[in-house]
């Protein structure tokens, strides 16, 4: 999805020792974007809702909340650390 379209909030699916998620946590650190963190195996609700969400357990996902009320869940740290990366660009200049 474009970083361009209007976004609502985001939200990260994670758990502490998982190699991946750190490197999303320190990407997110670095832009200094506003994401929830939702630890999935601190509160199971969290873990019910990604697999019911984003259709299965695997984190870091990145829960994308749309204006019009949609949401996206993107799997694949990569993924996600790209679109972070060039979302908090796009922001940066809209300021
Ligand atoms: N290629 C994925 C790997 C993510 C991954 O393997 N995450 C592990 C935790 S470190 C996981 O969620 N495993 C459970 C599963 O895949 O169901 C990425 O870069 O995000």
Known sequence: ?????????????????????????????????????RDIQKQSQHRSALIQGGGKPQVPCLRIE??????????ESSDINHFLRSYAAQSAKRV
Not at 2 to 31: D, G, M, W
Not at 66 to 75: A, R, T
């Open 1 to 37: 999805m474009s970083t361009q379209e209007n976004i609502k909030a985001l939200s990260l699916y994670h758990f502490p020792s998982c190699p991946f998620c750190a490197a999303t946590r320190k990407v997110i650190q670095q832009t200094g974007l506003n994401i929830e963190q």
């Open 66 to 75: 749309k204006d019009d009320g949609q949401h996206l869940w993107l799997y």
